[in-house]
Structure formats: C-alpha cells, structure tokens
C-alpha cells in the first residue's frame, strides 16, 4: 500500500496539506531544466485574437490546433500544442450580446474538444469530453454571450486526455464585456492585463515533461507563458486578471514584503463582485479567476514588488513574477464602491449531496478518483434534474487520509457559494463562481439555478489530473 505522503506527491496538494508536502520534502525535479534566475524575463502578453470575419450579429473566428514551438526559454524551443500556434493561446474579446463562431481544426494526433469554461451555452457547443474532434476533423462552435461579463476560459476537455492536453499548452482566456461594466470606468486598455498562472516540468533540453498525476516535478511557475516574468508598470491603477490553469497546483498569492500590498478584488468566475473586497493575499486553486485592481500609485519610481505563493512546498515555486514601478502615467480610472448587484438565484427547492474521494490502490497506476466512489462513465447519468429549478448541493471532501484538496467545477451554470465549513465565505467567493475548493475533510454549499438549456453537462474537480483520472460525474438537465 502506498504511503499518504507518496499519494500527496502524486496528486497535489495546497492549503493545510502544503505544510505536509514540504515536512516529506517532495516536490524534488526528476531532472536539470535549464536555469534561469527568476525575473531575468519580460512578462508576455497574449496577442488578442481577430476574428477572420464579422457580420451584423456574430464576430467569426478560425483556429488550428497543432504540435508546434515556443520559446519559453530565451534560445530554446519548447514543443507544445497550441492554438493558432500561441502558447498560451491568444486571448477572445466577447461584447455581450454578439455571438462569438469559432472553428476549430484538430491538426494534432489526439481527439481534442473545446470547453469554454464559465459559459452558459447549449450541450452542443459545451466541449463535452465525449463530443471530440478526430484527429484532422473540425467543428463549429457557437457562443451566445448572453451572460454578464466575465473572464472566462477556453480549454480541452477530451475524455481523460484534457490534462495532457492544456498541460502541453492548449488553453486561452476568453474576455467577456458588457456596457454596464464598461461605464464603471475600471483600468482599461493597455492596463487590463490577463494573468494566466501555471506550472511545468522541464527537462535538460527544455521540453515539457508529462506525467499523469506528475505535481511534484512540475516546480517551475510561468505566467503568460513566460518563467518568473518581470512586468514594467506605471506607477497608476492595473486591472489584473488572473487565472489558475495549473493542472493540480493551487496558489496564495501576496504582492510585496511581509503582510503585503492591499489588492482591491473586484472580480471573480462570474464577473464582476457585489463590492469590491481589499484584501492582502488571495487563494486561487484551478480553474478559478479572480480579478484585481492593484494601484502602484502608492509607490515611489523604481520599486519593485514581488507576487508570492505563500504555500509553494518549496523554494522554487514561490517568486511568481515581479511588478517594476517604471514611469508616471495619467489614471483616470476608479474603483467604484458598488459593482454589480448580487444575482438573485431562488429558493432551492432540490438538495444533492456529492463526495469526492481517492481510493488508495498498491499501484500509484491504479489510483482510482472518484466522485460518489465512483470512476467516470460517460454512459451512465449520475443525476437527473429539471431546467428551471434552483439546487442546493453539499459537496465533500473525504480524502482525510491523504489530505489533499478538491475542487468543483459545474458546466452550464454558475453558483453561489453558501458556506464552507459552516461559515461563510468572503473575498472573491463573495460572486458568481463555477469553480470552488474544497479542503480535505471540509465541505461547501452551493446555490445553483438550472435556467435553459437540456442535455447532459458534466461536473468534475478541476484538478485535471484528477479528473482525467475519473473525478467527473454527469447531470442529465430536461425540460
Ligand atoms: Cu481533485
């Protein structure tokens, strides 16, 4: 039988179970990747996508997906598999109430499907695991934009490859914007800047190394893309916009030294919060965005302040990038002190109760993750639910034995968090989300509405190792 601290090191980890990590002292590389002091590199800012043509309704797009290079090493080339050959992929600008059409080409040897995550859309254009692209086909995706603005992201979802596959680089953020927001007068422009945060391993020659259920090799941080970035900003308002698209690795983050630098969360998964929330660190586990606005005003030119991960289990995992207060720059941005109300999501009148478990196994090849104990069946339906029903469902965690966190990812619709624990939550969990942690031993209750759209969607943790080995579950939604 294996060991908890053997599982924990396959598996990841973050929050409580990190301390236990570093006391086995795991999280050693397999082996040299090329050595770069951190911050020695500029911050890459994913090019916006252009749409190959527009029409009265609908901005239509096409993309490739394919093996091709990046450098992510300065000299090096890095195999990965992109869209449209961007590593990360290029970032989609969506207005609320145009339709975004994408076709999207499956140039790589795997079937693929693309999830846009946080969407409200039909089963259809869902990315379900089970509605792939062969290798050489296409597909047409068709995305409504009805719902608020958010930052969403697009990523694969094929049945039990999607680790691999956004590991090796097949994952973008997809930017939401509605009027409503717009005129709030947030940082804009040049000074909204997505942050898409992850881990990888490298080898000697500076290629990717996969392994399923691979946490403890993956210690080295990108962001954009780029290893431990520097990014030169002005001393004035940012919005930042980050994104957890780790395979299994969950961030605190604090800027600057001891306590931290105050960082104003105005948003989370599904848009824009309530009010916004002043806080001096923030978690985000994967899957997850929180948004932020950080004034570097407050700060003489040529400061430089660090972005940690307060629980990296080792050294090398907890300088994520730095922000270098270069030049003055005009700021007529704000930060209102009231965003967006609070959506109004019912009485739930259906509760479900869902446990996330892994199965200890004398073969670490055996691992069995499960969701109700059991393993992914894209045969079976695990729950069955009527559209226009607001649900209740208590989600827990039971890997006491290993400590390792879980996190819920629902398609379709968003949620309220009603507690975790018992107690309520704060920060950025105070909005609309689609993605929530669960701690080892803990639970959390969320508030959902089933609104339109039949079909079966899947719910699964989105440590993505994890779900590819089979911690999802089926929901069959009818009228
Ligand atoms: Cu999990």
């Known amino acids: 039988m294996l060991k908890r601290r053997e599982f924990v090191k396959l598996l990841g980890a973050g929050g409580a179970a990190l301390a236990l990590t570093s006391e086995c002292g795991v999280g050693s590389r397999a082996a040299a990747i090329p050595s770069l002091p951190p911050f020695s590199t500029p911050l890459h800012i994913p090019p916006v996508a252009r749409p190959e043509r527009t029409d009265g309704t609908t901005d239509f797009y096409r993309v490739k997906m394919a093996e091709t290079q990046a450098e992510i090493f300065p000299g090096l080339q890095t195999k990965v598999l992109t869209y449209n050959g961007e590593f990360p992929a290029a970032t989609i600008r969506a207005q609320r109430g145009r339709k975004v059409a994408i076709t999207q080409q499956n140039q790589t040897k795997q079937p693929t499907a693309v999830h846009l995550h946080g969407a409200h859309l039909p089963r259809k254009d869902d990315g379900h695991p089970m509605d792939v692209i062969e290798p050489g086909g296409q597909r047409d995706y068709l995305y ?39 005129a709030l007068g947030l940082p804009e422009g040049e000074f909204d800047v997505p942050l898409l945060l992850r881990d ?10 996969w392994m399923l259920a691979g946490f403890a090799g993956r210690t080295t941080l990108l962001v954009n893309g780029s290893p431990q970035p520097y990014f030169e900003v002005a001393a004035r308002k940012y919005r930042f916009r980050f994104l957890n698209c780790a395979n299994d690795r969950s961030y605190t983050l604090r ?8 960082m ?54 907890k300088p994520v990038m730095r922000f270098d207060v270069l030049r003055t720059a005009p700021d007529t941005s704000r930060v209102p002190a009231t965003l967006r109300p609070r959506a109004d999501l019912g009485e739930a009148t259906v509760e479900r109760d869902i446990e996330m478990h892994v199965e200890l196994t004398p073969n670490p090849a055996d691992i069995k993750s499960t969701l109700d104990r059991k393993l992914y069946d894209p045969n079976r339906i695990d729950q069955r639910g009527k559209l226009g029903t607001t649900e209740m469902w208590t989600i827990r965690n039971t890997d006491t034995e290993l400590g390792i966190p879980h996190n819920m990812h629902l398609h379709l619709e968003q949620f309220h968090i009603i507690d975790r624990n018992g107690k309520p939550v704060g920060g950025h969990e105070t909005g609309l989300k689609d993605t929530v942690v669960i701690p080892p031993g803990g639970n959390v209750r969320i508030k959902v509405r089933f609104t339109e759209h ?24 009818t009228t």
């Open 144 to 182: 409504p934009n009805t719902q608020l603005g958010a930052t969403l992201w697009y990523h694969d979802h094929a049945h039990h490859t999607e680790a691999e596959h956004v590991y090796r680089g097949l994952a973008g953020m997809y930017i939401l914007e509605d009027e409503q927001e717009k």
């Open 264 to 317: 104003h969360l105005i948003g989370s998964d599904g848009g824009l919060l309530p009010a916004p929330v002043t806080v001096t660190s923030f978690d985000i586990t994967p899957g997850e965005r929180v948004e932020a606005v950080i004034d570097f005003s407050q700060f003489p030119i040529g400061t430089q302040l660090t972005l940690t991960n307060d629980i990296g289990e080792v050294e090398d995992v």
């Open 255 to 262: 800027l600057g030294d001891g306590k931290g630098v105050p």
């Open 200 to 209: 990888s391993q490298f080898d000697a020659a500076g290629q990717l190394v």
């Open 454 to 477: 039949a079909g079966t969607f899947v719910y699964h943790c989105h440590m993505l190792d994890h779900s590819a080995l089979g911690m999802m579950g089926q929901l069959e939604l």
